[in-house]
């Protein structure tokens, strides 16, 4: 169980351009979604969290205008990167919180390779 | 705040070696979870271990082992018997359990290579 899936896995659009990264939990519901970026030999830095039905919680830095995220479902996390530029060049990854998560701990999604060109 | 360190960037041993990847965290929190994350060349996170604070236990799981220690804020993972297929970035992450949503705080991330 707990089983997170996330698409696309790899994305290359053009710079300028908007792409939209889906985080779904398939067998339990989310309450809480985070997102994580991980730039080439980096850590995993959370950008933000969201619970379902409210607005996100950005992390210092992170420009909420252009990472969109919705939660507007129990199932269902967007991010949406707009108006993409060869920085946003990044390993993207999910995390899905449920109620009972704390027993069994944050389940992840297999991530996004975006490429900006 | 929370903090996670792991002072080992890379890592290379030969194969059938033991290893040991170190974890030292920071925390102000009673009750926390530690966790251990693989994370191969395809990028996917793949679940080793957690533990939370409550439980100073030392597991073993195949070839995996963690030795906790609170006393020292550690969380040090072992590798026995090292193989090729053991070649990853492993990350020590915390989550703190008091305050429902909390995410997790990840270490810098220890490359590790096993060579044949």
């Known amino acids: 169980g707990a089983v997170v899936s996330q698409h696309p896995s790899r994305v290359i659009c053009k710079s300028g351009t908007s792409v939209k990264i889906e985080c779904r939990s398939l067998?339990?519901?989310?309450?809480?979604m985070f997102w994580y970026r991980q730039f080439p030999k980096q850590s995993l830095m959370l950008m933000a969290t969201s619970n379902e039905g409210s607005k996100a919680t950005y992390e210092q830095g992170v420009e909420k205008d252009k990472f969109l995220i919705n939660h507007a479902s129990l199932t269902l996390s967007t991010l949406t990167v707009t108006s993409a530029h060869p920085e946003d060049s990044s390993f993207y990854i999910c995390?899905?919180?449920?109620?009972?998560?704390?027993?069994?701990?944050?389940?992840f999604g297999s991530g996004t390779r975006l490429t900006v060109v | 705040a929370q903090k996670v360190t792991q002072a080992q960037t890379e890592i290379s041993v030969v194969e059938k070696e033991d290893v040991t990847l170190d974890c030292v965290y920071e925390t102000r929190d009673t009750t926390y979870y530690l966790f251990w994350y693989k994370q191969p060349p395809s990028g996917e996170l793949v679940f080793l271990i957690r533990r939370n604070s409550f439980d100073e236990q030392n597991e073993i799981s195949g070839r995996y082992s963690w030795n906790f220690q609170k006393s020292t804020s550690s969380f040090n993972f072992t590798i026995t018997a090292s193989q090729v297929v053991d070649s990853a970035v492993y990350f020590c992450?915390?989550?703190?359990?008091?305050?429902?949503?909390?995410?997790?705080?990840f270490g810098p991330g220890t490359r590790l290579s096993v060579l044949p």
């Open positions: 992450a915390l989550s703190e359990a008091n305050n429902y949503g909390q995410n997790f705080v």
């Open positions: 995390s899905a919180r449920g109620i009972d998560s704390v027993n069994y701990g944050y389940t």
């Open positions: 067998d339990f519901q989310a309450t809480t």
